[in-house]
């Protein structure tokens, strides 16, 4: 593996390496003052506080009644610090505050933050100058102004995030489904090392358990080297590794749709295939006009000849059926001429039709001998050839009944012929028509043809499967898996034993704040805390809340004497640790971890503990009376 | 073209029997019909010698009374093919020389069948020639039929064209059927032509309607 890739990608996610911590720098406030109007209240009217001349030790903010006023003292302290009231600043007290001011050391340096708090806070950030002249007034530098919540959030974090040399913690957050975000806590986060308040859900800190910011925190409590760059691996692992299943699933999504694709394209090509294919080339065309001509030629020649052969039948059969008429008209007159003739044979004359005289009948005697007329005299022929006559005539009418059928069926045939050689003719024209026609198929052919080439390219082109080069980061999840394995070894390093000593520490601490009953403690890397109490294994989670509030302090004050020793620490030295109501914790405990702290003064001289609590006499005893701001009775701190 | 002069008398004959009436006042019991006019004769004669144009006429009777009897002797007419079959080509008679009826009258006469008449006007000019039916000729329709059965059709048209021509007279009649053959554009001393196309088509009009 090329370095050079390797930096690329820890540059990348800005992982950077962090063997080695900053100097831990000390913390000490040396003046609170914050000034304002009351209102609603029994005691309404302007206030002003004021509390100078702070420096190293245990300090207390006592009162013999609860809500007078101890726990606004730490949270406007913390509200400096952090640039952002906590939502323990209760709001009426919130719109009192008028005007607030801190001014504390940052080792040797010293700083003031003056603020004018009505509505959004107004002020700056100082650098306080040493005199130049020995009595001469201080000079002040600004660093910062702030007019609004979130300049003033953004003026402190970035300040003491600089001065502390602190890198901010990210952790990723699992969303719904695959999305994730990493988050950063930075300032509000780490400034929670600070201030013990009244929550004791959490071990370390004021964050919720949920955000799995706790062992993050422990870790920086004990400034471990390489922690930054565990998170910061660890987080862009993560980043990596669910980009890659996105991408992956989108993959899979995208070889679907290139399979249908990829068909779509095949059937639509079958198609044009299909229709080229059926696009006669213009010779075969040709070759076929000349055919059909040909045959055309022939066939209307044909039809010629059958045109005349039909004409011929139909003025034949016209004729014959004219003389079948006139021998029928003949057979019928002749047939009713004999009749007439036998009608009249059986009348004999009775006068002569010229003069009207009657036949005499020795006329009508002459007659019967000598076969001649009664009348004019002539040879009466009996006309016996009638019945041949009749006979012939039949005859005829058969033979030109049979003439006429024959003529008929000849015209008939002729009539036939010639539709069929017309319909051949019909067909041949069409099929020329058509045929011509498909001779301009060539620039259709030429388009099928072109129709084909592109959806064949089309297909070549969706076949070639894409090379998700840039979706590989197989490499790089395994350099950043290499980081994070390589990282958390050396975390792991430098925390093993530290954690036993941490633990051991603590019992000793929480023993000198009253819990003599707890014989074991074990603190883990995750800041889970179990602990044997009375011989009975137990956990934080399950302690009463006194014992709670003096482990957390046990824990913390355990934490940053170890780191000491062994030179990681990184707490800046300030503790303020606010006790809770007398109603959930008694007041033993409190005097319990009063008594605790004052002895641990001996091993962490540089720091600063600020103590709210309930006046008691173990207080009283521990804490000289310079040290303490306190009020008898009723009455109120500010 | 066969002719027979035994044929043409017997048509008379019926033309004779079915256009007749009684002679008045009777004169004698020889004497059976009485038919008027030769050129009533001569115009019933054109309907029996061309079915064609006595089927227009039957036509021309239905259109005018809705008879349907009328039209179906009409029909039947065209149906037996009469007008190529029955019928006896004459010459234009109406102007100028026509056939004349004289062989056949004469065979009539000669049998006693039938007497020649007339009505002389002042100047002893002949007005008008009636035909009369004797009992023998009036007897001899019925006997012809019974021996010559194929006769009966003579008689049967003979009563078709009575009935056609009905009252009118002999000029009114032949006024009608130079019309219609006029209507035909004869020609001049030409044969009568036929008409069979005509009826035809107006039987079909007339059998669509």
């Given amino acids: ?638 | 073209m066969i002719r027979s002069p035994h044929r043409d008398a017997l048509r008379i004959l019926f033309i004779l029997k079915a256009g007749g009436s009684l002679v008045e006042p009777p004169t004698t019991t020889e004497h059976a019909l009485i038919f008027k006019g030769e050129a009533r004769l001569q115009a019933f004669d054109f309907w029996m010698r061309n079915p064609d144009y006595l089927a227009a006429e039957l036509l021309d009777l239905f259109a005018e009374t809705k008879d349907k009897s009328y039209y179906k002797a009409a029909q039947a007419i065209l149906d037996d093919e009469e007008p190529d079959l029955r019928r006896v080509p004459m010459v234009r008679y109406f102007f100028g020389a026509y056939e004349r009826l004289d062989d056949a009258l004469s065979l009539l006469r000669s049998r006693d069948l039938i007497r020649i008449t007339g009505t002389k006007g002042a100047n002893n000019k002949v007005l008008e020639t009636d035909f009369v039916l004797t009992k023998t000729g009036y007897d001899t329709c019925s006997t012809a039929v019974s021996q010559e059965p194929i006769l009966q059709w003579y008689a049967d048209r003979a009563e078709l064209v009575a009935k056609v021509a009905g009252t009118m007279g002999g000029t009114a009649l032949k006024q009608k059927q130079y019309q219609r053959a006029s209507y035909a554009e004869t020609k001049l001393g030409g044969i009568i032509p036929a008409i069979t196309e005509d009826v035809r088509l107006r039987v079909r009009q007339l059998q669509a309607d």
């Avoid at chain 1, 890659?244 to 198609?271: D, F, M, P």
């Avoid at chain 1, 009249?344 to 001649?372: G, N, Q, V, Y």
């Avoid at chain 1, 004019?376 to 006979?391: F, H, L, Q, R, V």
């Fill in chain 1, 1 to 638: 593996m090329d370095t050079s890739a390797v930096e690329g990608i820890l540059s990348t996610h800005r992982i950077q390496p962090s063997p080695v911590l900053a100097q831990p720098r000390r913390l000490v406030l040396r003046e609170i003052e914050f000034s304002g109007q009351k209102d609603g209240v029994a005691n309404a009217g302007a206030f002003t506080f004021s509390w100078t001349a702070l420096d190293h030790g245990l300090w207390a903010m006592l009162s013999e009644q609860n809500l007078r006023g101890k726990s606004t003292i730490i949270e406007v302290v913390r509200w400096m610090i952090r640039g952002r009231p906590s939502s323990n600043l209760q709001d009426d007290v919130r719109r009192w505050l008028h005007a607030v001011r801190l001014s504390f050391l940052l080792d040797s340096d010293e700083y003031e933050i003056v603020a004018k708090t009505q509505g959004e806070p107004i002020g700056s950030l100082y650098r306080i100058r040493s005199p130049n002249t020995p009595g001469g007034e201080p000079g002040k530098t600004v660093l910062a102004d702030f007019a609004t919540d979130g300049e003033f959030e953004a003026v402190m974090a970035d300040f003491f995030m600089r001065m502390f040399a602190m890198d901010p913690i990210s952790t990723w957050r699992q969303g719904k489904e695959d999305d994730g975000q990493s988050v950063t806590h930075s300032w509000v986060a780490f400034s929670g090392a600070m201030f013990i308040g009244t929550n004791y859900e959490v071990l370390l800190g004021d964050m919720p358990v949920t955000t799995g910011l706790t062992s993050r925190l422990m870790q920086m409590y004990l400034g471990v080297p390489w922690v930054s760059t565990l998170a910061a691996a660890k987080t862009a692992h993560q980043i990596v590794e669910q980009a890659v299943q996105v991408s992956a699933r989108k993959k899979e999504q995208g070889h679907e749709a290139t399979t249908a694709r990829i068909a779509s394209i095949s059937t639509q090509l079958a198609e044009k295939r299909a229709e080229l294919a059926k696009i006669p080339s213009d010779e075969a065309v040709r070759s076929a006009i000349d055919a059909y001509t040909t045959e055309l030629v022939d066939v209307r020649r044909q039809e010629r000849v059958m045109v005349e052969h039909a004409e011929r039948a139909v003025a034949a059969l016209r004729e014959l059926i004219t003389v079948h008429q006139e021998d029928r008209r003949d057979l019928q007159t002749h047939m009713d001429a004999m009749s007439a003739t036998a009608v009249f044979r059986r009348l004999e004359p009775k006068c002569c039709p010229r003069c009207d005289h009657t036949i005499s009948k020795a006329k009508k005697e002459l007659e019967s001998s000598t076969h001649s007329c009664s009348v004019c005299g002539e040879s009466i022929t009996n006309s016996e050839d009638s019945e041949a006559i009749k006979a012939e005539l039949q005859e005829r009418v058969a033979a030109s009944e049979a003439a006429v059928a024959s003529a008929s069926a000849k015209k008939e045939e002729a009539e036939n012929e010639l539709a069929a050689l017309r319909g051949k003719v019909d067909l041949l024209q069409s099929r020329l028509e058509s045929a011509s026609k498909e001779l301009g198929s060539a620039v259709r052919r030429q388009e099928a043809a072109m129709a084909v080439a592109a959806l064949e390219g089309r297909l070549e082109e969706a076949s070639i499967s894409p090379v998700a080069q840039a979706d590989d980061r197989s490499g790089e999840l395994k350099i950043l898996s290499a980081v994070v394995t390589e990282t958390e070894a050396r975390v792991k390093a430098v925390r093993d034993g530290l954690l036993t000593d941490v633990s051991a520490r603590l019992v000793e601490y929480a023993k000198a704040f009253g819990m003599e009953n707890l014989s074991e403690a074990s603190l883990k890397g995750n800041a889970a805390l179990s602990l044997v109490k009375g011989g009975v294994p137990t956990s934080y989670s399950k302690v009463t809340e006194g014992e709670k509030l003096r482990l957390k302090v046990a824990a913390v004050l355990a934490m940053i004497e170890i780191a000491e020793a062994r030179g990681i620490g990184r707490h800046p030295g300030l503790l303020m640790i606010d006790s809770p109501a007398a109603q959930e914790v008694s007041p033993v405990d409190v005097d319990h971890l009063i008594a605790g702290l004052q002895a641990i003064f001996t091993k962490l001289p540089h720091f600063q503990v600020f103590v709210a609590g309930i006046s008691s006499k173990a207080i009283t005893d521990h804490i000289p009376v310079v040290n303490r701001r306190e009020v008898a009775g009723n009455a109120f701190l500010w």
